[in-house]
Nanobody
C-alpha cells in the first residue's frame, strides 16, 4: 500500500501563488508516476500535471501551462505543485495520485492506483 498526504492548499487572490505538496509513504518503490488532479464542483476530475520519479518531461494540461510547475523531492518521496498566476477557475479540490509505469504518457485515468484525501484551493476574484 501507498499512503499519500497532501498539504498546502488555501485561499488566495487571483494572480497569487500557492504550493501544494504530497508526501508519499509505504510501498513507494511500486510508484513510477505522480500526478496532481483537481475537481471543481459539478465538473469531472481532471489531470493537471504529472511527473515520473525517474525524471523526463512533465505533463501539464493546457490551461495551466506556463503557470504551474510540478516537481519531486525523491529523497523525501514528496511531490510539489507550484501554482502561480492563479485564476478563479483554478478553484478546486486538488488530489495527489500515484501510479505504476505505463507505456502511455501521461497514464490514462484508470491507471492511477493511489489517491490522497485532497486539499482545497480557492482563488478569489
Amino acid at each position: 500500500q501507498v499512503q499519500l498526504v497532501e498539504s498546502g492548499g488555501g485561499l488566495v487572490q487571483a494572480g497569487g501563488s500557492l504550493r501544494v505538496s504530497c508526501a508519499a509513504s509505504g510501498r513507494t518503490f511500486s510508484m513510477y508516476s505522480m500526478g496532481w488532479f483537481r475537481q471543481a464542483p459539478g465538473k469531472e476530475r481532471e489531470l493537471v500535471a504529472a511527473i515520473r520519479w525517474s525524471g523526463g518531461s512533465a505533463y501539464y494540461t493546457d490551461s495551466v501551462k506556463g503557470r504551474f510547475t510540478i516537481s519531486t523531492d525523491n529523497a523525501l518521496h514528496t511531490v510539489h505543485l507550484q501554482m502561480n498566476s492563479l485564476k478563479p477557475e483554478d478553484t478546486a479540490l486538488y488530489y495527489c495520485s500515484a501510479g505504476p509505469y505505463t507505456n502511455d504518457w501521461p497514464p490514462s485515468p484508470s491507471a492511477w492506483d493511489y489517491w490522497g484525501q485532497g486539499t482545497q484551493v480557492t482563488v478569489s476574484s
